[in-house]
């Protein structure tokens, strides 16, 4: 069974920064896509980043496009998300997981509340 343990999450004000990071615990997945996705409020969970097993290839969210940049360390289990140029559309609870194709692999963790005010 994984585990995913997200942290990092805070209040920023606009244009501020913040790294996000996600650790997996129990077996380890490393041959698998990790991703970030976030949830707002009265929202359906959208994806916002991800990077390949090898930490070679990435894929972004059109609206987090040179702001956000997802890395992973897999001796460590470990996916991180920094976030630079935060707006208030950012404000939601991140999630991170592995993928199987486009779809989640494993239960999500608890996540982590970014708040970005005006």
């Known amino acids: 069974q994984v585990q995913l343990v997200e942290s990092g999450g805070g209040l920023v004000q606009a244009g501020g920064s913040l790294r996000l990071s996600c650790a997996a615990s129990?077996?380890?997945?490393?041959?698998?896509?990790m991703a970030w996705f976030r949830q707002a409020p009265g929202k359906e969970r959208e994806f916002v980043a991800a990077?390949?097993?090898?930490?070679?290839?990435?894929n972004y969210a059109d609206f987090v496009k040179g702001r956000f940049t997802i890395t992973r360390d897999n001796a460590k289990n470990a996916v991180y998300l920094q976030m630079n140029n935060l707006k208030p559309e950012d404000t939601a609870v991140y999630y991170c997981?592995?993928?199987?194709?486009?779809?989640?692999?494993?239960?999500w963790g608890q996540g982590t509340q970014v708040t970005v005010s005006s």
């Open positions: 997981n592995y993928l199987r194709g486009i779809s989640p692999l494993v239960d």
């Open positions: 129990g077996r380890a997945l490393s041959s698998y896509t």
């Open positions: 990077v390949s097993w090898s930490g070679g290839g990435t």
